[in-house]
């Protein structure tokens, strides 16, 4: 059964920085592609950011393109989201999840196993 944990959440001030992981049980990411979510209140959970299995290819929402940097260690099962110049509307909880089948990255219905989420507060 895989189990994802993210980590790293807090509260920041805009314009700050604030890095975020998702660690897997066994070998998921080395398998899967993973895929990085946020969820605000009121609001559908919108994709954010994807990385294949390799690390080779990665793709972002144009929301957070040139400011959020996602990356992976195959080795240590984690992958991590680095988010700079950080927004209030990038206030959100945060979810990892794993890809589990051909649907499109940026679309929820790919993901299973997602982790229990990890909330990112930008203040103004």
């Known amino acids: 059964q895989v189990q994802l944990v993210e980590s790293g959440g807090g509260l920041v001030q805009a314009g700050g920085s604030l890095r975020i992981s998702c660690a897997a049980s066994?070998?998921?990411?080395?398998?899967?592609?993973t895929g990085w979510f946020r969820q605000a209140p009121g609001k559908e959970r919108e994709f954010v950011t994807y990385?294949?299995?390799?690390?080779?290819?990665?793709y972002y929402a144009d929301s957070v393109k040139e400011r959020f940097t996602i990356s992976k260690d195959n080795a240590n099962n984690t992958v991590y989201l680095q988010m700079n110049n950080l927004k209030p509307e990038d206030t959100a909880v945060y979810y990892c999840?794993?890809?589990?089948?051909?649907?499109?990255?940026?679309?929820?219905?790919?993901?299973?196993?997602w982790g229990q989420g990890t909330q990112v507060t930008v203040s103004s």
């Open positions: 990385i294949g299995s390799s690390g080779i290819n990665s």
């Open positions: 066994g070998r998921t990411f080395s398998i899967y592609g």
């Open positions: 999840g794993v890809r589990v089948n051909g649907v499109r990255y940026s679309s929820a219905a790919a993901y299973d196993h």
